[in-house]
Every structure is written in structure tokens, then in C-alpha cells.
């Protein structure tokens, strides 16, 4: 009978300190909720993602501020090569090993970074890779 007692204690025990546990767990929560601000300003902030290592490699190394030229000549670019871009990928063609679709919106303002860190990757394609996207495209000197 004693050990069914301290077994009913322990079990008590347990469940008071369960319920401390728990209901300390969730004034903890109700306080980080209050201490988040939220701003006013909301910023987008867009990037460009390649997953390959050696075009990030290659851009590191041709991203020299004596190359830049305007965001208006990137956004020109960018429109031509990205229209040309999504239309070899609609088509199905074996010379043609890119899949993904630019999801670029030439009335939305990406920023200088973004348009230029894109327009270079056209150019890593057109040049490093020898894959011809657009014909008359420009001339770049590369490092």
C-alpha cells in the first residue's frame, strides 16, 4: 500500500510540475509576441539565383565598379535576353539545356544590383558557356 502511495505522489508531483512548465512556456511567448515592431516602410529586396558556383565565381571576378554602366542599360538588356531566354525555354529544343523560366517583370524597378548581377549572368551564358541567346548582343571586355 506505501508503494502505490508514493507512486500516486510522484504522479501528482509530475503533473503540478508539468503544468508549471507548460504555463511558464506560454507567458514566455505572449511576451516575445508583444516585443516585435513591425515597420511602417516595406522593402523588397531582390537577388538573382543561379545555383552555380562558377558563374558566382566568374562575377566575383568581372564585378569592378570601371565596368558599371547605368540601370537603364541593364533593364534594356535584361528585357531582350529575358524574352529570348523564356521563349528558347517554351520551346523544346536539344541545343537548349536551360531549364527555368526568368520571372522578370520589366515594369518593376529591381534596383542597380539585381538588374546588373542578371545582365552578367546573359553574359556568362553568351560568353563563358558559348550558348548564343540573342544575336547583336552587346560587347563586353571581360577581366
Avoid at 502505490?4 to 508531483?13: E, P, R, S
Avoid at 512556456?25 to 543561379?50: G, H, L, P, Q, R
Avoid at 524574352?83 to 529591381?110: M, R
Wanted: some cysteine.
Amino acid at each position: 500500500m506505501k508503494k502505490l502511495t508514493n507512486i500516486f505522489l510522484w504522479a501528482i508531483t509530475g503533473s503540478f510540475l508539468l503544468i508549471y512548465a507548460c504555463s511558464g512556456t506560454k507567458n514566455s511567448a505572449k511576451s516575445e509576441k508583444s516585443s516585435i515592431e513591425v515597420s511602417a516602410e516595406d522593402s523588397v529586396e531582390y537577388d538573382v539565383e543561379t545555383f552555380n558556383a562558377k558563374f558566382d565565381m566568374w562575377y566575383e571576378r568581372q564585378n569592378t565598379s570601371a565596368a558599371y554602366r547605368t540601370q537603364t542599360y541593364y533593364e534594356n538588356w535584361n528585357r531582350q535576353y529575358v524574352s529570348a531566354w523564356n521563349a528558347k525555354c517554351a520551346t523544346a529544343s536539344s541545343s537548349w539545356t536551360f531549364e527555368p523560366v526568368v520571372g522578370y517583370n520589366p515594369t518593376e524597378d529591381y534596383g542597380f544590383e539585381m538588374n546588373h548581377k542578371l545582365f552578367y549572368y546573359f553574359m556568362y551564358v553568351e560568353n563563358v558557356l558559348k550558348v548564343k541567346i540573342i544575336p547583336g548582343g552587346p560587347k563586353l571586355t571581360f577581366y
